[in-house]
């Protein structure tokens, strides 16, 4: 009896002990990569983590940059979000199309007690560049409000032509996750993804400017089962029985 006590004991112990506790996780690397933009003209980095189109006026392109967060490995606590890198807008005075949308495909990498695992999951954006046309003054011209033969009265007034910076504007469409779960341990985790940092849409670069924003996510954990105590006394008393049986037949 005091063998099957230490037996069972002993295999709840080491049942137990393989039970990963859900966090601290490690977030161990970050990639990512632009796939399937919409439209644009002299479109180049697609599978890369910067993305350029339009036809430089002296400036350079417009585009996205994808930058991880570092330094690496990160401790993940619990499941707050937390920062996965930063989305950069190279917004500049370009000719031909833009791009109207692209997608930022993301991979993670995670570590615990001596388990790894990855997730990889897409944000989509829709991207407006809308053309410079806001009124801006360019120069003075004379009017005249008074003529004798010729104009000996009148005033100088601005010439406005719709040549000014707009904003640009990038928003989610949607975001959603292509690789969902993996486990660590006893662990399985969900990788939620969840938008722009500040719980926002969208943001506006103003023209010849970069403008940045962190990329939000989360993890979500659900533990698997572990076997129940008496679900482990009976396999102890099933191997007691299997070793007894061997002896008899010795």
Request: charge should be negative; aromatic fraction near 10%.
């Amino acid at each position: 009896m005091n063998l099957m006590t230490k037996l069972v004991s002993g295999f709840a112990t080491l049942t137990l002990s393989t039970a990963v506790m859900a966090f601290p996780v490690n977030l161990t690397s970050v990639s990512g990569s632009f796939e399937n933009a919409s439209g644009g003209t002299n479109v180049n980095g697609i599978g890369t983590s910067q993305i350029r189109w339009g036809n430089s006026t002296g400036y350079g392109q417009s585009g996205y940059n994808f930058n991880g967060t570092a330094p690496l490995p990160q401790s993940i606590l619990n499941n707050d979000p937390f920062t996965i890198g930063s989305l950069t807008h190279i917004n500049r005075p370009v000719t031909g199309d833009s791009i109207t949308g692209v997608d930022l495909a993301i991979t993670l990498g995670f570590g615990a007690s001596g388990d790894t695992g990855s997730s990889s999951g897409t944000f989509v954006f829709a991207h407006n560049e809308t053309p410079n046309i806001a009124p801006e003054v360019t120069g003075q011209e004379f009017v005249c409000t008074a003529w004798f033969i010729i104009c000996w009265d009148g005033y100088y007034a601005d010439i406005v032509e719709n040549v000014g910076d707009v904003d640009d504007q990038i928003w989610i469409l949607d975001q959603y996750v292509t690789s969902t779960s993996f486990q660590l341990g006893n662990n399985l985790y969900t990788l939620a993804l969840l938008g722009f940092e500040g719980d926002i849409d969208t943001f506006l670069t103003a023209e010849n400017t970069d403008t940045s924003i962190n990329l939000i996510t989360r993890l979500d954990v659900e533990a698997l089962p572990v076997p129940e105590p008496g679900t482990i006394a009976l396999l102890g008393i099933g191997l007691l029985g299997l070793g007894a049986a061997r002896r008899r037949k010795a």
